[in-house]
């Protein structure tokens, strides 16, 4: 009975960040996470008052919603992708101290970071179909129980074993060559900085891995590769190209999705943000991931404006 729970506006704190956790890590989307929350409240007000109070664990209830409400989206959101221009990526987190200003969102608003939402993770996380995300996500990040995986997905909890455990094979390369720690990462996107900002082709070659990928997002709103640059000298050239281009470009050390990243201002404004993979053996960069469609920067539009980390 919701009673327990201190009536719904302790549901409300105390699910309202969980649930933008569980979004977001399926729908690779602040906006859509939002979205997908505020649908979830929507049919939880929209039942009676009795019906409510004879929930007996709304959180789970609101999970359950939240997940079904997800995997519908998911479904729509291949078509939509479909028609994307160009490449489509997750959206990246900033530092949670500097989500949007801080002060001026709401704390449950931002996302939790922590392993899960990396760019390489959710970028494999894209390459499974929606119902092996959903189970994926509930099961191994979340820790539901397949039976209530099964509430959501609607198939068997042997199905929904199923669908994780495919899952998991997706997962697992990734996992297993994570990088160097964060420490050492930030060492090799603080030397990438340098080079790119000195405009030294060969420090920048070195650096990258000889097959490294670099796939840019632009969402047709601004002028970026539609397609991923391969190989390690095409890319230096190519940011060697856009550093010649955009003149009074300043490039920022930050933490993206829980990770060093850089961030690329002009005139105060955050105009991209790049996600960086590195190499387990040797840590040269293997993937890079370009974010510069402005609406998926609404979350840096009032962060990385301070000065350089020491």
Same mark, same amino acid.
């Given at each position: 009975?919701?009673?327990? &729970?201190?009536?719904?506006?302790?549901?409300?704190?105390?699910? =309202?960040?969980?649930?933008?956790? $569980?979004?977001?890590?399926?729908?690779?989307?602040?906006?859509? /996470?939002?979205?997908?929350?505020?649908?979830?409240?929507?049919?939880?007000?929209?039942?009676?008052?009795?019906?409510?109070?004879?929930? =007996?664990?709304?959180?789970?209830?609101? +999970?359950?919603?939240?997940?079904?409400?997800?995997?519908?989206? !998911?479904?729509?959101?291949?078509?939509? *992708?479909?028609? &994307?221009?160009?490449?489509? $990526?997750?959206?990246?987190?900033?530092? =949670?101290?500097?989500?949007?200003?801080? #002060?001026?969102?709401?704390?449950? @608003? =931002?996302?939790?970071?922590?392993?899960?939402?990396?760019? #390489?993770?959710?970028?494999?996380?894209?390459?499974? +179909?929606?119902?092996?995300?959903?189970?994926?996500?509930?099961?191994?990040?979340?820790?539901?129980?397949?039976?209530?995986? /099964?509430?959501?997905?609607? *198939?068997?909890?042997?199905?929904?074993?199923?669908?994780?455990?495919?899952?998991?094979?997706?997962?697992? /390369?990734?996992?297993?060559?994570?990088?160097?720690?964060?420490?050492?990462?930030?060492?090799?996107?603080?030397?990438?900085?340098?080079?790119?900002?000195?405009?030294?082709?060969?420090?920048?070659?070195?650096?990258?891995?000889?097959?490294?990928?670099? +796939?840019?997002?632009?969402?047709? $709103?601004?002028?970026?590769? !539609?397609?991923?640059?391969?190989?390690?000298?095409?890319?230096?050239? &190519?940011?060697?190209?856009?550093?010649?281009?955009?003149?009074?470009?300043?490039?920022?050390?930050?933490?993206?999705?829980?990770?060093?990243?850089?961030?690329?201002?002009?005139?105060?404004?955050?105009?991209?943000?790049? /996600?960086? @993979?590195?190499?387990?053996?040797?840590?040269?960069?293997?993937?890079?991931?370009?974010?510069?469609?402005?609406?998926?920067?609404?979350?840096?539009?009032?962060?990385?404006?301070?000065?350089?980390?020491?």
């Amino acid at each position: 009975m919701s009673g327990v &729970y201190g009536g719904v506006d302790c549901v409300l704190l105390a699910e =309202r960040r969980r649930l933008t956790d $569980l979004a977001y890590r399926l729908l690779g989307s602040v906006a859509e /996470a939002e979205d997908a929350v505020q649908e979830t409240y929507a049919r939880w007000y929209a039942m009676a008052p009795e019906r409510r109070a004879a929930v =007996r664990v709304p959180g789970a209830w609101l +999970t359950t919603v939240a997940g079904r409400v997800c995997l519908d989206q !998911l479904g729509s959101a291949r078509v939509r *992708r479909e028609r &994307y221009v160009g490449a489509w $990526l997750p959206e990246p987190l900033p530092d =949670r101290t500097e989500w949007g200003g801080g #002060a001026a969102v709401d704390p449950a @608003d =931002r996302v939790t970071l922590d392993e899960s939402v990396h760019m #390489a993770f959710l970028v494999i996380l894209e390459s499974m +179909t929606p119902a092996e995300r959903v189970a994926f996500v509930l099961h191994d990040v979340f820790a539901f129980p397949f039976g209530e995986v /099964a509430g959501v997905v609607g *198939r068997s909890p042997a199905a929904c074993r199923q669908l994780a455990s495919s899952a998991r094979r997706r997962i697992g /390369a990734a996992k297993a060559s994570a990088g160097p720690a964060v420490a050492g990462q930030a060492g090799v996107v603080r030397e990438f900085k340098e080079a790119w900002e000195a405009k030294d082709i060969e420090a920048l070659v070195g650096l990258l891995d000889p097959d490294a990928v670099m +796939t840019a997002d632009g969402g047709g $709103l601004v002028g970026t590769v !539609l397609r991923p640059v391969e190989g390690g000298a095409r890319i230096a050239d &190519y940011l060697l190209f856009i550093a010649g281009k955009a003149p009074g470009l300043r490039l920022l050390e930050r933490s993206v999705s829980g990770r060093p990243g850089l961030v690329a201002q002009v005139g105060g404004v955050t105009v991209t943000v790049a /996600a960086f @993979d590195l190499g387990e053996d040797d840590g040269r960069v293997r993937r890079i991931w370009v974010v510069r469609n402005p609406e998926k920067l609404r979350p840096w539009s009032c962060s990385g404006s301070g000065s350089e980390p020491g």
